[in-house]
Structure formats: structure tokens, C-alpha cells
């Protein structure tokens, strides 16, 4: 597969043919289940599209029932700036219900396959993205990550996968979960190629109140032999497999290599995180989804009344999950509970970001695991306790608005992408960049 930096430079009838072989390639591998359908329109490089992000004249479901039937009538902003740049949406890429999961096996559209071993998950919620990158049915993609749905399914397929800082990329056009915590990252083969993805749909927009009034650069200023001073958390990863743990020594021993300055940090239990995120995300996503009622746009079951048409439609309409995380999200905001639980939160949710600000004091990145598994098998996160605990290496991230990225290291005992992340100090993309950049260069994973 070629890289996103060169098919930039492909002629229009090189583009063609290769859309035209791409195209078939998609439609040999359909058992994959990546996407949920393949469109090849315009001249631009062909990028595949999370589900959950409007593509004009498109049918955009967010991977659920309840929005069969609707088509977007305009494009996300990523998608104007990528079309500016040369780009054009290939197809829609599998996710996980509203976002909400961490295998992609609540999709209305059916479970995705991990490339590496089918009987195993490719990651959520991103993971058809990730599925589709990982199996060369696509030069890039773009997925959104509320609590990790880039980076862990990034990890799991062994592909790059990037969350901006909150407010770098605009989220108009972006089908909400947690609108404090979402963001649209690139998905790709390399370091470069998220770099020059990063850039293209970047930037400050007047339709996003949450967009940061910045348009800085990268891809253009890349540098592997920047040196860093990178702190590394022992005891955080105590939990991790052994997979993971192996992986995060190697990492390590990579960056000393490298020249880089390590040190050793400490951060508070990630159960706090646990329990910050899921009623933050849940209270965020009941206000969300409160519009999807069968009336203004997407399915609708008629009832025997007005009332009942909004039960009935929402009740068909949503899958067990998403109902799961109403139900939690209408319980912390509910009278009697709103300070117990949501106050407390948003409390502990600043102490988490004070403790990274801590941190970066003293550190240009942190080196982290992605998850504390490799993928699992099928079914083996059935108890959504266990897939919400999944989440612990990812989450704190999204509350404290910071950017990281998530790049393969090592392969486990049975030949499973392990992936981990580095973490950077809010809108300091560059050097989350180059750190990742000099990283992969020393790991050389493809080889």
C-alpha cells in the first residue's frame, strides 16, 4: 500500500487506476466487515470516513438503527479542508454504535474483524477505520476518540492513530457523544502520514465555539533527532499484560538509544479516571441523544400517540449499549444524585488535569500504554464492566483535552500488534510529532 504523502503526488489517472484496484480490493475482503459501504467519488487521494462524520449527500447512521434513512446534507468541516487539500471520502468505515464501545461489535451493521486474526476485535470505536488501514483497503482514515476509540483500535490493529488536543480539529459536523471530550484524528500508516492528515484538517473554525484559534503546522518542521525529556510510569503499568509490559521496555530502551532523557513519574490510580470519564461521557451523551426521537430526521416507529412514537422510536432504534449509557448519563444529572456523582466528577476530572500539568513541568512527553491487553477475542468483554475497565490507559487524556498518539511497538506471544502511546502537553503537536517520529524510526515495527 502506498503512503498518504505519496499519493499526494500521483498523476489524476494514476489516482484512478489505483481508486479502481483499491476499490476491488475492498470488495475481495468483505468478510472484514471495515466498511459499511465504498463510494468513489471525486478526483481527490482516496481516505476512508469514520461513520459518525457528515459527508454530504451521504447516508451517515453513526453505526446505529436509528439513524437509517438520513443523509447528510453537508459536509464536516475535516471533509471541506480535506477536499481543499486534494482528498476525497472513499467510503464509510464500521464503529461502534453512537461511538459507544471498545470492540465494534455493537454496530447495527455487525461486527468488524481484526486483520490479524479474525476471531479477535479490531478496537473501538474506530475500528473499522483501523481494520480498514491495517489490511490495506485504505491509505489513511479518519475515526474520533472520545476516551481512546483512535488510539486503542490503533493499537490493537497495529497502525498509527492520533488524538489532537481538544479544540485543534473542529468538531462541526461530527456526530456527538461527549462533546467535552470528542475529537477527529487522523488514522494512518506512519508518523508522516498522520502528521500530514493532522495538518490538512486542522485549524481554527468559526462554526465550532470549542475550536482553538490556531493554525500551526507540522508535517513541514518533522524532526527525529530532537532530543526530549520523556518521563516513564513504572507502577501506572503494573496492571498491564506481560505483552505490554515487554513492549513498554522495549519502547524505553528505544528512546535511551535515542538520546532522549528519562524519568521516572508517578500518576494517581486510574480507577479515578474510570470513574470520571464513564459519568461525564454518559451525562454528555443522554443530552446528545436526546434529539434522535424519530421526528426530525432518521427512523421512526409510529405509536399510538406522540409520546409513544418517541418511546417506541427509541426503544427500536438504539442498541443495548447506547440505552445503557442513557440510562447511567439521566442518573448522575437526575435530582439527588447531580451533586453526588456529576460535581464530583468534574471535581476529580480537574485534578487530573492539574496532574498532568504537574507532570509536563517538568517532561516534553509521557510514554504510556494504549490498553492493558492486546485485542481480545470476540465476546470476551461481554460484562461492560470489563470493557468500560478496558478503557483505564486512554481516558484521562480526553479529560485533560491533551494530544497523544498511539504507534505499534511489538508484536505479543501470539503474533498481536501491541501498540503504545506518547502524550503531550496541550497543543504542542509538534513535539508529540517528532517524539513519535525518532520512536518509530529506532522501533522500525514493519521489519
Not at 461489535?105 to 491495517?134: I, M, Q, R, W
Not at 443495548?320 to 476530572?349: H, P
Request: charged share 25%.
Amino acid at each position: 500500500m502506498i503512503t498518504l504523502k505519496e499519493a499526494l503526488k500521483l498523476s489524476k489517472e494514476e489516482l484512478e487506476n489505483f481508486k479502481n484496484d483499491l476499490k476491488a480490493k475492498i470488495e475481495a475482503n468483505t468478510d472484514l466487515n471495515a466498511y459499511i459501504d465504498v463510494k468513489n467519488v471525486g478526483e481527490g487521494v482516496p481516505v476512508a470516513i469514520k461513520d459518525n462524520i457528515q459527508v454530504k449527500d451521504w447516508s451517515v447512521t453513526s453505526g446505529s438503527n436509528i439513524l437509517q434513512g438520513y443523509i447528510a446534507p453537508y459536509n464536516a468541516t475535516v471533509i471541506e479542508k480535506m477536499k481543499a487539500a486534494g482528498i476525497s471520502p472513499f467510503g464509510r468505515t464500521n464503529m461502534d454504535e453512537f461511538a459507544m464501545g471498545s470492540t465494534t461489535e455493537s454496530s447495527f451493521y455487525g461486527k468488524t474483524l481484526n486483520p490479524h486474526a479474525k476471531d479477535c476485535v479490531p478496537g473501538g470505536s474506530s475500528g473499522g477505520s483501523a481494520a480498514a488501514v491495517a489490511a490495506g483497503l485504505a491509505i489513511a482514515a479518519l475515526g474520533s476518540d472520545t476516551g481512546g476509540s483512535i488510539r486503542q483500535p490503533a493499537a490493537f490493529c497495529g497502525i498509527v492513530g492520533m488524538k489532537p488536543t481538544y479544540g485543534r480539529v473542529s468538531r462541526y459536523g461530527l456526530g456527538a457523544y461527549a462533546s467535552s471530550l470528542d475529537q477527529i484524528g487522523p488514522m494512518t500508516q506512519n508518523v508522516e502520514d498522520a502528521a500530514i492528515l493532522y495538518d490538512i484538517i486542522s485549524g481554527h473554525d468559526a462554526k465550532d465555539s470549542t475550536s482553538a484559534d490556531m493554525n500551526d503546522k507540522v508535517s513541514d518542521k518533522l524532526d527525529a533527532n530532537r532530543k526530549l525529556r520523556i518521563a516513564i510510569l513504572p507502577k501506572y503499568i503494573e496492571n498491564a499484560s506481560d505483552d505490554v509490559k515487554k513492549a513498554y521496555q522495549k519502547a524505553v530502551d528505544a528512546l535511551k538509544a535515542l538520546g532522549h532523557e528519562i524519568v521516572e513519574k508517578e500518576m494517581m490510580d486510574a480507577k479515578f479516571d474510570i470513574s470520571a470519564y464513564y459519568i461525564t461521557a454518559t451525562a454528555e451523551a443522554t443530552t446528545n441523544l436526546a434529539r434522535y426521537d424519530g421526528i426530525r430526521y432518521g427512523n421512526r416507529v409510529v405509536g399510538k400517540d406522540l409520546n409513544d412514537t418517541f418511546i417506541q422510536t427509541r426503544s427500536n432504534g438504539f442498541g443495548d449499549e447506547v440505552k445503557r449509557r442513557i440510562l447511567l448519563g439521566n442518573f448522575v444529572l437526575s435530582s439527588g444524585y447531580y451533586e453526588a456523582y456529576y460535581v464530583k466528577a468534574q471535581k476529580t476530572r480537574h485534578i487530573i488535569k492539574d496532574e498532568y500539568a504537574k507532570i509536563f513541568e517538568d517532561v516534553d512527553l509521557i510514554l504510556s500504554p494504549v490498553a492493558p491487553t492486546t485485542a481480545n477475542k470476540f465476546g470476551a468483554l461481554s460484562n461492560p464492566m470489563d470493557m468500560y475497565l478496558s478503557d483505564i490507559y486512554t481516558i484521562s487524556v480526553n479529560l485533560a483535552g491533551l494530544p497523544a498518539i498511539s504507534l505499534p511497538i511489538s508484536k505479543s506471544d501470539d503474533n498481536m500488534p501491541v501498540g503504545l502511546q506518547l502524550i503531550a502537553k496541550p497543543y504542542d503537536e509538534q513535539t508529540l510529532f517528532d517524539g513519535a517520529l525518532g520512536l518509530e524510526k529506532q522501533i522500525d515495527y514493519t521489519n
